[in-house]
């Protein structure tokens, strides 16, 4: 937001404006022993903007860019390469802005925008409708929970222990307000999912089951069977993508039975901005789509029988009575879903498929290459374009040391569990186009001498 300094001759005119004497006279209401008597201590008195940007310079030196060196990170978070097209496009002035158009009858190119994106995400899902964006891939996961609540009227969520534990954490945290009942827990370093077990225990209780395809670990399994169970216990099954672009490849949690769809749709257009915004991805059957939180844009004729864009659905309370929302969802990723949908048209269907098999390719050749190195060995038996790795030592001081040799070689699993000692020794590895056969060698090497 602009800064707009004011002279004294505005604020004497904005105090007579309001019947104010002094500035002062505005926090008559605030206690004395809560107002500042002077400066804040501690902080630096002011600096000339020359000053100012080279501080805020040699701060900005003190990070490590994702392209300065070989780089494996993943874990819900993916570095892909995105056209300097889709950041052009987006900074456009009738697209920079975050928002759902309030008017929107007057802002058609964002609403044609949205219906793209939602054709987009319904097709890659492999389901019949999306909405116009959430938040997140986390929160998404939550709406789905609570969602799956108000259409079976049940309370008990079964929860993949190969779901991401920052998006079980959300749904911790959000569950203590409405007193859904979560089941779940840890993974375990082992190639096979838990979804026979879940399948199992879906009772009649049980609202929905969420798994994550390809899961934390990078693990694959076919969901039929776990949707066919669900659906016989009248319970439904969400499924979280992570990395859609595993979806180019692999068979669509659509076409294998899921109910809800949901994930993170970062790794298509959107950097990893220090993590976040992120942009929430979120699809269903249609006939759920009343429960479906957010905002659904849909295509219609205009008086003059010209092709027009409305908001067909919108069941949020800034538009309904607050007790007939289904979500409080105040807006929509809407610039991050504008570079999601541009990336995903400049790829289009071949060159997503495209781009997913370049991804598995590396991440093979990375595989095969980091088991070589003794004491180590691949954990899964399939995977996109991530997996993890059995260490002989804790990952999380591996991965210190990798980064001292200027190697970010992946997400130790004590990171992510540090309560559980059993996954101490688990480095989950994402390998995208990025990441070159150089890159693979140098990491390869270095976790050999690391480990040494």
């Given amino acids: 937001m602009r800064y707009l300094p004011l002279t004294p001759d505005d604020r004497s005119a904005m105090l007579a404006a309001v019947g104010a004497a002094s500035i002062d006279d505005l926090f008559v209401d605030v206690p004395a022993e809560a107002r500042l008597d002077g400066p804040i201590t501690g902080l630096p008195n002011h600096a000339s903007e020359l000053a100012v940007e080279r501080h805020m310079a040699a701060l900005a030196r003190q990070n490590r860019a994702a392209g300065d060196g070989p780089f494996f990170l993943g874990a819900g978070a993916y570095r892909h390469h995105v056209p300097a097209s889709v950041d052009h496009l987006i900074q456009r002035g009738e697209f920079l802005t975050a928002y759902t158009p309030y008017q929107p009858e007057i802002a058609q190119g964002t609403l044609q925008m949205l219906f793209e994106f939602q054709t987009q995400v319904a097709r890659l899902f492999g389901t019949d409708v999306a909405n116009a964006s959430m938040y997140d891939g986390s929160t998404a996961c939550w709406e789905a929970i609570v ?9 008990k969520a079964l929860l993949s222990t190969g779901l991401h ?8 945290t959000m569950a203590k307000y409405t007193g859904d009942q979560l089941v779940d827990g840890d993974p375990t370093l082992e190639a096979g999912t838990d979804w026979a077990v879940l399948a199992a225990a879906v009772d009649t209780d049980t609202s929905c089951v969420v798994v994550q395809y390809p899961d934390i670990l990078g693990r694959i399994d076919d969901m039929s069977a776990l949707a066919a169970a669900c659906q016989a216990a009248g319970a439904l099954l969400i499924a979280v993508v992570t990395e859609p672009v595993a979806l180019g490849l692999i068979k669509s949690p659509g076409e294998m039975g899921a109910d809800i769809v949901v994930g993170e749709g970062q790794a298509i257009g959107v950097g990893l901005q220090f993590g976040g915004p992120y942009v929430g991805l979120f699809a269903c059957k249609t006939k759920y789509v009343r429960q479906m939180p957010g ?3 849909g295509e219609t004729v205009d008086a003059n029988g010209k092709r027009g864009f409305v908001l067909t659905l ?13 979500s409080n969802i105040c807006t929509n990723a809407g610039l991050c879903a504008l570079a ?3 990336h995903m048209t400049l790829l289009g269907e071949a060159g997503l498929r495209q ?5 598995h390719g590396r991440a093979r050749v990375a595989a095969a290459e980091l088991a070589q190195v003794p004491g180590v060995s691949v954990v899964n038996s399939g995977f996109f374009n991530e997996f993890t790795l059995r260490l002989p030592v804790d990952a999380r001081a591996t991965v210190h040391k990798l980064a001292e ?3 970010l070689g992946g997400v130790s699993l004590g990171r992510l569990y540090p309560d559980n000692d059993a996954l101490a020794n688990g480095l ?10 150089e890159d693979i060698a140098a990491f390869a090497a270095a976790l050999k001498e690391v480990l040494a």
């Fill in 405 to 407: 040799k200027g190697v």
């Fill in 147 to 155: 969602m799956a609540r108000r259409i079976t009227k049940r309370g």
């Fill in 340 to 342: 999601f949908s541009i």
């Fill in 314 to 326: 919108s069941t949020r309370e800034q538009h309904i009575r607050r007790e007939k929302a289904t």
């Fill in 428 to 437: 989950v590895v994402a390998v995208t186009e990025t990441a070159t056969e």
């Fill in 355 to 359: 781009l997913a098999g370049i991804n």
């Fill in 295 to 297: 905002r659904l844009c």
């Fill in 165 to 172: 534990p920052h998006y079980r954490s959300v749904a911790r």
